[in-house]
């Protein structure tokens, strides 16, 4: 389950998945089939003020049925073969017209049907029974699969980690530029956060508490080499003071009749001891300069690299956004071509029902002859051998179970014969070329 909690937008949006023992009990609680509810916070008194948002015939069950029986999915209990959101009317429209509460739950709700796809829509009931109005929207998380060539139950890649976390921005986005003038605040604020993200927020504090550690490190570093920038200006200050002393020493020097200088053992033993002193002053400063020299050439690198690190980071950003723009634009065009497919084949399956046919009683294998020459009629070649083959397995079959039985089937099969023919040719020829 992900949950939101908002202060200022949304109060709670949450999505939960059900197995199929638990279809018919999310069926009486969501259209209130009972007067007996658990739920102390349900008003039965007002429960005539709750509807359902999705017009197809029947009840919920009943489209759940009918919607299973027309996709693939494994017969284990434990398959998720329902999901349903609930959107909570956000705290900015508490106190408006039952007008404008109605105008986002509609808006909520054409926003899930196209996300979900609105033939696996089982229900979108707005429930204003209850303490806050808030809407359950229950549907099949249907997905193709692209290497059966069919539709599938799949709640797993459905409702992915990438999806929980894109939902409620992509959501805020669509009420925003759909319904303005009512909703304005939006769900996203500072105080908005997915449990998906509090482990990120966890981690990234773990990070952000090391880098204040490293950043206390680096000031008692500074600190520390403050303080050897404060003993070198000593150290000059001690330089002139080593030449007032050195003058102090010319002062007491003595003249001999000759002219020589002459000092005596006393003064010559404190002077001594006095240049010593420097001798050793002067092989620490020198080694104290290098050691900081070492550190800044040091610094210096970590700056470049983490000058380096920060743009191509950047630069990674770009490309990730440039990436995304492209799968967006590739998901909308996906998006029109799948509308075109669905009209195609509503258009399909009425002419076929005039003709006193069900499509849904036609087994798999029939079902892939079809689709075989389908994209043969429409030049779409196997991409192998291995493919070309398996298509025209599936065309012999159909011939020999007597499931297909047209001219259309047998040009469908001469015609992948000679796609096999002409890829066993290619092949010999590179054979002969090498």
Known sequence: MLNVRNGGGLSMAHVQKFSRGAVGGLSSHIERKTKNHSNKDIDTERTHENYDLCEKDGDMTSRYKERLDEVHCLNRKDVKVMADWVVTLPEELKDTSPESQKKFFEETYDFLSERYGKENVLAGVVHNDE??????????????????????????????????????????????????????????????????????????????????????????????????????????????????????????????????????????????????????????????????????????????????????????????????????????????????????????????KDLGYDRSKMSEIEYKGHLVMNRLDEGIKPRNEKVAKNWLGILEENKNKKLINSDRLNQAMEQLQKIIQKMISKIKDIGLSL
């Not at 070198?232 to 102090?248: A, C, F, P, Q, S």
């Not at 290098?290 to 980071?313: A, H, I, P």
């Not at 490309?319 to 497919?341: F, G, M, T």
């Open 131 to 352: 303490t806050t109005p808030h809407m359950h929207f229950a549907f099949m998380p249907v997905t193709y699969d692209e290497k059966k060539q069919r539709e599938k139950v799949s709640a797993k890649e459905v409702l992915n980690r990438n999806e929980l976390k894109s939902f409620h921005q992509d959501l805020d986005n669509h009420l925003k530029e759909r319904i303005p003038h009512i909703y304005q605040k939006g769900i996203l604020n500072d105080k908005t956060i997915g449990v998906d993200d509090v482990a990120t927020l966890k981690e990234k504090s773990k990070e952000i508490e090391q880098l204040n550690k490293n950043m206390d490190k680096k000031k008692r570093n500074l600190n520390n080499e403050i303080k050897k920038v404060n003993n070198l200006e000593g150290k000059l200050k001690n330089v002139y003071d080593t030449r007032k002393k050195l003058d102090e020493f010319e002062n007491k020097l003595g003249k001999t009749i000759l002219g020589k200088r002459t000092m005596s053992s006393k003064d010559l033993n404190e002077l001594k001891k006095f240049v010593t002193g420097i001798q050793k002053s002067s092989v620490k400063s020198v080694i104290a300069a290098e050691q900081l020299e070492k550190q800044n050439m040091d610094l210096t690198k970590k700056l470049e690299s983490t000058t380096k690190q920060r743009d191509l980071s950047d630069e990674r950003k770009k490309e990730l956004i440039s990436d995304i723009n492209h799968l967006e634009k590739r998901y909308e065009r996906l998006q029109n071509q799948n509308d075109r497919l669905e009209s195609h084949l509503t258009v399909a399956d009425s002419k076929l």
